[in-house]
Structure formats: C-alpha cells, structure tokens
C-alpha cells in the first residue's frame, strides 16, 4: 500500500529543492515509530516501515533506523559539520565508500552513541553538533578574547599607538564557531516555567480569540473554505529563485507547484495521505516526519487550531519578535515534540513559529515568521513567509492571493504511480488556474 519508491527518486529529491525542504513549519518528531501511532486507525493497516539498512545499499552504522530518518540524518550532518553532501559522498554514489570522510563519520556515529549510552543513560545529550559546531574541524582550544573585550583592553593601554574605535571593533566580528551553538539541541520544554509575572499573562484561549479577532472574525474565516496563493520562493545562500502556486481547502487540504528549471516539484496533501511528485521521478508518499511537517504546512490557517493540533499548550511568556512584543505559547506534540508560538501582543497576529527537525542524530532548529499580513476577502493573510534554517532562508512572497475561488478537488489526491514523464496528471497541470 505504501509505496516504496526507488531510492534514487528520494535521493534526487533531496538534492534538489524540494518542498519539504521549503515546507513551512517543520514538525518536530521526536520519537520514532510514533508518527506512526500518533496517525491512529487510518495507518493500522500500513506495512511496517522498512529499516534504512533495508532500503539502502550500504549501511553499516544506521540501519535500524527508519527508512524515513536517513535523509533528516544526513542533512542534520551536513548542517553540524557545516559542508555539503560531496563532503563524504561521491555524487550520484551514495552508497560507494571512496571517500575516507565518509569512514570517519561512520565511526564518529559510533562514538557519539557510545559517549551518551555511557555518560547519559543513552539520552541524546551530545551530538555532532557539540563538538563540530558548523566546522569540520571542531576546536579544542578556546578562542582569544572578542572584538569588544579587546577594545576593552586596549582602553587600558596607554594612550597613542591604538586609540579604541568601538566602530573598528564591532566590524571585527565574532570569533570563529562562535554563538548561537546552544539554543540547537535546547528543548523548549526545559524553559517551561513560566516567567516571573506569568500571572498577568493571558490564557491560551484569551491569545486564540485575540488572534481570531485579528485575522478577520470567526465568520468571515469560517466562509474561508479556500484560498489560491501565487509568487516567489526565493533561497538567497543558494542562488535560488522560483515560481510557486498553492492551492488550500479549509481545513487541511493543499496543493502546491514549484516551478524549477529542473521541472515542477508539486506537492499535495488530502486530508490523509500527503504526497510528492518530482518531474521525471514519479510520484512519492510522504512519511514519518516529512508527513507531520506536511500537515502542518496544509493548515489552512497556522496556530489558529492549537488545541486541536496539540495535546498540551501553555502561555509562557512575553518575548521580543524583531520590534514586537509577543507571547510566547509552548504548544506540545502528543509524539512529544514540541514548538513556539510567538503572537504579537498589540496586533494579536502570530509572527513566528520555532519548530525542530528531528534526526536520530540531532535537531536543526526552524523559524517561521509570518510577515505582511494583508486582507484578501475580509481575512488577513500573511503575504510574506520567512523559514530560517541553520543554512539558508527560504523566502515565500506571493504577489496574489484569491480566497473562495474554485479549486478541483481531485487535486488534493495522490496522483497514480504509473507515469513519472508527462501526461496530464491531476498533480501536474500546467494551467494552475482551474
Ligand atoms: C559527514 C559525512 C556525510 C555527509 C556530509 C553526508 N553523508 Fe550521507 N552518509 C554518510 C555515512 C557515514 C553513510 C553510511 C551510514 C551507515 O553506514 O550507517 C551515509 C549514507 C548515505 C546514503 C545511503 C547510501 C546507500 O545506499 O547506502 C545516502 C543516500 C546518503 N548518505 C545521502 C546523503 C545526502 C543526500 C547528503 C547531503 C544532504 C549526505 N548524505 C551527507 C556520511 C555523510
Ligand atoms: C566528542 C566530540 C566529537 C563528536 C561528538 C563528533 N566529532 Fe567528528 N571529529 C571530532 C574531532 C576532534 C575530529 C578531528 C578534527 C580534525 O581533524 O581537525 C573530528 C573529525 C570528524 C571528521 C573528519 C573531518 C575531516 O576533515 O576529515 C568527520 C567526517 C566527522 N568528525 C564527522 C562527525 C559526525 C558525522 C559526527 C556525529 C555523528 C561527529 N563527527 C561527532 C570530534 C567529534
């Protein structure tokens, strides 16, 4: 029932760029096989997920993980160690074992597992990330004093040779490897406590309300039952510059094209099953992580049903956005992970989403801000939506968006397998507009 397609489909998916990729919230699974609980009923009748060491060619160290954790594990490696896929990998060869960077990284897995089964009752506490922090080479020898406390210094020499220029420091920059570092792997849930002063915070509700409000009125969204989103998708760090077109029904159900100059990458969620279907490579089911994060992404409207979504939610505190105040709700995954919320505490809007991406390996964090909100049909939409990873930025921008316009049903559904060229698909029209 699943499909298994061929590895190399997934594999050409990842390294071009994909919607998941892009997508705009990431789920944070933490545990796995729980995705597939958490689905209930309508996924008892799946076949059990093949293991990575079943679905791949050649590996030695990760294989019994999930066939669905190997790719969110390589792109948590390459983030950590801060290179690229042909680091340790031949392009197109995989599974070929030519480069030594390859051989280190299995036997630093095995490190890295060892050091926690050892040290930390086998919890994740130190990953890749730890030590590499961003380098290939992690630096066992802290860095000399920053800009500033140089500055410092040089205020107590004697005056004449080096006068101190705060301007001149502050364009040295940070040191090497440095900041940032710590929020990775820090789990929301460990800042749970409200801050002082939470008794004045509103509840949960009080902000959904608020945020209804703001967004237009529980009447007018409920009259929403679909919205078409045209503009840009822009990958700044990459060069990156496409054409998209999203196609929503209220409550969950979406559709997406990207227009590459490898072909359209389109992307569509039913309500149940969410799927990908990359120009020449045939069509693919979306699982485990890459399924929530799909369902998060075809919400018709982010954070508006948080009691619904998640099984615990908690105001915890009152955070900057940018120039905004904002309050800050912990909102918890019944699979047990967790995101932030962040809504505006004068315009009541949501500004960010802080989310996870889960790996065996380790976590890469991910913020979705939502920027520009305009009224389309008596409803404010966010015309502007920022997905900051710890390597590039994703910038969507549409330039229209239609609320109650047709949109087929037929195009939610996952398109047959059989014809990975062309062909009028359901999933792959060429005239977005129905
Ligand atoms: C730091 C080294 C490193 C980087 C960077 C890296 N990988 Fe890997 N990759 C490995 C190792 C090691 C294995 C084998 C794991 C094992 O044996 O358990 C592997 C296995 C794989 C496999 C399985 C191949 C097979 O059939 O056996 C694929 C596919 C893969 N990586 C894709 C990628 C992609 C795509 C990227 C970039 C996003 C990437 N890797 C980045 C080290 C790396
Ligand atoms: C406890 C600290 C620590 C952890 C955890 C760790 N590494 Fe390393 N790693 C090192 C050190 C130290 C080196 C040697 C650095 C050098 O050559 O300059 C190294 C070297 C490497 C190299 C070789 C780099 C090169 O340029 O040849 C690879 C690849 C690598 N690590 C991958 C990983 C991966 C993948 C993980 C997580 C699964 C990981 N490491 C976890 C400390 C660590």
């Known amino acids: ?11 050409a998916i990842l390294a071009t760029l994909t919607l998941a990729g892009a997508a705009l919230s990431i789920f944070p699974a933490k545990l796995r096989a729980q995705a597939e609980s958490a689905a209930g009923g309508q996924q008892a009748a799946a076949p059990k997920p093949k293991t990575a060491g079943e679905a791949f060619k050649n590996i030695q160290v990760l294989k019994d993980i999930r066939q669905d954790e190997l790719f969110p594990s390589m792109r948590y490696i390459t983030a950590a160690l801060g290179v690229r896929c042909d ?14 960077q390859k051989a280190r990284a299995r036997e630093m897995m095995k490190m890295m ?16 990330y730890t030590c590499h922090r961003g380098s290939e080479h992690p630096v066992g020898m802290p860095a000399v004093a920053n800009a500033s406390a140089m500055g410092a210094m040089a205020a107590q020499m004697p005056p004449g040779r080096n006068t101190p220029n705060p301007a001149a420091n502050s364009s040295a920059g940070p040191p090497p490897g ?72 209220a409550p969950d159900k979406a559709f997406a094209i990207l227009h590459t100059p490898m072909g359209d990458i389109v992307e569509g969620y039913d309500g149940v099953v969410a799927w990908e279907n990359h120009q020449g490579h045939g069509v693919t089911e979306e699982t485990g992580d890459s399924l929530n994060r799909v369902k998060d992404w075809a919400s018709f409207i982010t954070g508006l049903d948080l009691k619904r979504d998640y099984a615990r939610v908690m105001v915890s505190g009152i955070e900057k956005i940018g120039d905004h105040d904002a309050y800050r709700v912990f909102a918890s995954r019944k699979e047990g992970g967790m995101e932030r919320l962040y809504f505006d505490t004068q315009s009541g809007l949501l500004l960010r989403v802080d989310a996870r991406i889960d ?16 009224d389309v049909s008596g409803v404010k939409i966010p015309f502007t939506i920022r997905v900051a990873k710890i390597d590039s930025t994703t910038i969507y921008k549409w330039s229209s968006v239609e609320m109650n316009v047709p949109v087929g049903e037929d195009r939610f559904a996952k398109p047959a397998d059989a014809a990975p060229a062309s062909g009028p698909q359901p999933g792959n029209p060429k005239a977005p507009t129905p």
């Open 1 to 11: 029932m699943a499909s298994h397609q061929p590895i190399r489909n997934r594999i």
């Open 87 to 100: 680091f340790c990998h031949v392009p197109e060869h995989f599974e070929k074992d030519d480069k030594p």
């Open 113 to 128: 597992f060892a050091i926690n089964n050892d040290n930390f009752h086998g919890h994740r506490e130190i990953t890749c």
């Open 178 to 249: 440095g900041g940032g570092g710590e929020r990775l792997e820090h789990d929301p849930g460990d800042a749970a406590a409200p801050s002082p002063g939470a008794a004045s915070l509103p509840t949960v509700d009080d902000i959904i309300a608020k945020y209804t409000q703001a967004l237009g009125g529980a009447d007018v969204i409920q009259k929403a039952g679909t919205r078409v989103e045209k503009g840009t998708v822009d990958v700044p760090e990459r060069n990156s510059h496409n054409t998209m077109e999203v196609f929503r029904k």
């Open 359 to 374: 790996s065996p390996l380790g976590s890469l964090p991910q913020e979705t801000s939502y920027e520009d909100y305009r």
